[in-house]
């Protein structure tokens, strides 16, 4: 028959049993605290990073900045630190980047609607134009709604952009559209996040569908007519950029050798521009010490030579030649003297006419 364990036993089994766990916790701690020291801690970067800085709207900031880097011990980490800057202002960027939207917390690029300006659907009312200023203000913007005030927005986009009065259809409209509900949203957006700081995702993943939908009418806007692609962009004040192909895979080390290539080629080119400016430099000072060479040189030459003519006229080896021999008027005297012998007058071709 198997013998019932006493309660002092069971006592005493049950606290060894603690002790044991309690050894193997400390045991998994130390070794996972000790892998964790050993390895390092993981670098860790925001990726809903809030942009402050209005520069970053700039597509290429990033890169020009990885260009600006000093060239360094540290240069490897400072291009990992502003790639994961990068990664982290990306999401902000996108939305607010093409609108001019980075440090806008009062307008968000909406046009300035006067308030005593009847609302919209008011304004082919006749009576209106006789009532009283308070019943004005009751159908006035000041008085409007959410909806209805956007509704005012897009429509003074609208009218902006619109190629006549009945236009209800075309691509520029339908930008201008667009572009009040991305600017109206994001004012939304901001007014949520004053209240509460949970993210409205449900929102900005609208204002995400609908800023890809304006660039594809902008693109096929722009393909179809320049002219209006341009007065388009100024009249809404959009910042269009040609979207560019990723050269390379989208991680850190991909990028920062990118980087780094390119880095590598501006130095080369740099320095060869530099070396190429040294070497027109020495080419020219080359040229005019040269030329003083030279120049000092015939001087020279020319004193010896005059030197040995004075000594050759001394010796009786030449003589100084006294005004200027000239060949032709010498043979015409000859040739005049000779007839005048001879004939007893000048030739024919000296006669006077």
Same mark, same amino acid.
């Given at each position: 028959?198997?013998?019932?364990?006493?309660?002092?036993?069971?006592?005493?089994?049950?606290?060894?049993? &603690?002790?044991?766990?309690?050894?193997? +916790?400390?045991?998994?701690?130390?070794?996972? &605290?000790?892998?964790?020291?050993?390895? @390092?801690?993981?670098? =860790?970067?925001?990726?809903?990073?809030?942009?402050?800085?209005?520069? #970053?709207?700039?597509?290429?900031? =990033?890169? #020009?900045?990885? $260009?600006?880097?000093?060239?360094?011990?540290?240069?490897?980490?400072? /291009? *990992? #630190?502003?790639?994961?800057?990068?990664?982290? *202002?990306?999401?902000?960027?996108?939305?607010?980047?093409?609108?001019?939207? +980075?440090?806008?917390?009062?307008? =968000? @690029?909406? %046009? $300035?609607?006067?308030?005593?300006? +009847?609302?919209?659907?008011?304004?082919?009312?006749?009576?209106?134009?006789?009532? %009283?200023?308070?019943?004005?203000?009751?159908?006035?913007?000041?008085?409007?709604?959410?909806?209805?005030?956007?509704?005012?927005?897009?429509?003074?986009?609208?009218?902006?952009?619109?190629?006549?009065?009945?236009?209800?259809?075309?691509?520029?409209?339908?930008?201008?559209?667009? &572009?009040?509900?991305?600017?109206?949203?994001?004012?939304?957006?901001?007014?949520? @996040?004053?209240?509460?700081?949970?993210? %409205? &995702?449900?929102?900005?993943?609208?204002?995400?569908?609908?800023?890809?939908?304006? $660039? #594809?009418?902008?693109?096929?806007?722009?393909?179809?007519?320049?002219?209006?692609?341009?007065?388009? +962009?100024?009249? /809404?004040?959009?910042?269009?950029?040609?979207?560019?192909?990723?050269?390379?895979?989208?991680?850190?080390?991909?990028?920062?050798?990118?980087?780094?290539?390119?880095?590598?080629?501006?130095?080369?080119?740099?320095?060869?521009?530099?070396?190429?400016?040294?070497?027109?430099?020495?080419?020219?000072?080359?040229?005019?010490?040269?030329?003083?060479?030279?120049?000092?040189?015939?001087?020279?030459?020319?004193?010896?030579?005059?030197?040995?003519?004075?000594?050759?006229?001394?010796?009786?080896?030449?003589?100084?030649?006294? @005004?200027?021999?000239?060949?032709?008027?010498?043979?015409?005297?000859?040739?005049?003297?000779?007839?005048?012998?001879?004939?007893?007058? %000048?030739?024919?071709?000296?006669?006077?006419?």
């Amino acid at each position: 028959m198997k013998k019932s364990s006493s309660p002092l036993q069971s006592v005493n089994r049950q606290k060894s049993k &603690t002790e044991k766990n309690k050894s193997m +916790i400390n045991l998994r701690r130390l070794v996972h &605290t000790s892998s964790q020291l050993e390895r @390092g801690r993981t670098a =860790f970067y925001n990726i809903h990073q809030k942009v402050t800085d209005p520069a #970053k709207q700039d597509p290429d900031f =990033f890169e #020009k900045k990885a $260009r600006e880097l000093p060239l360094d011990q540290n240069y490897i980490d400072a /291009l *990992s #630190k502003l790639y994961y800057e990068k990664i982290g *202002s990306e999401r902000d960027l996108g939305l607010k980047a093409a609108d001019n939207l +980075i440090l806008e917390k009062t307008e =968000f @690029g909406l %046009p $300035r609607i006067e308030k005593s300006k +009847i609302r919209a659907k008011y304004e082919d009312l006749d009576v209106l134009s006789s009532a %009283p200023d308070s019943v004005k203000k009751i159908f006035s913007v000041e008085m409007a709604t959410r909806k209805e005030l956007s509704q005012e927005w897009k429509n003074s986009l609208i009218n902006s952009v619109r190629q006549h009065s009945l236009d209800g259809n075309s691509l520029e409209m339908k930008i201008a559209w667009l &572009t009040a509900l991305i600017r109206h949203w994001s004012l939304l957006v901001n007014d949520i @996040g004053q209240e509460t700081r949970k993210k %409205p &995702t449900w929102l900005t993943h609208r204002i995400w569908l609908v800023i890809n939908e304006r $660039r #594809k009418s902008l693109r096929i806007l722009r393909e179809r007519n320049e002219k209006a692609f341009e007065k388009t +962009i100024a009249a /809404l004040k959009i910042s269009y950029h040609v979207p560019k192909q990723p050269a390379h895979v989208k991680t850190r080390k991909a990028w920062a050798e990118a980087q780094l290539k390119l880095r590598v080629e501006n130095e080369k080119e740099k320095r060869l521009e530099q070396l190429h400016e040294e070497y027109d430099k020495q080419v020219e000072e080359h040229k005019r010490e040269t030329q003083e060479k030279k120049r000092t040189l015939n001087n020279e030459l020319n004193k010896l030579a005059e030197e040995m003519h004075r000594i050759d006229v001394i010796e009786g080896k030449s003589f100084k030649t006294a @005004g200027r021999y000239e060949p032709s008027l010498i043979s015409s005297l000859t040739e005049s003297v000779i007839h005048s012998n001879l004939f007893y007058h %000048p030739p024919p071709t000296m006669t006077e006419k």
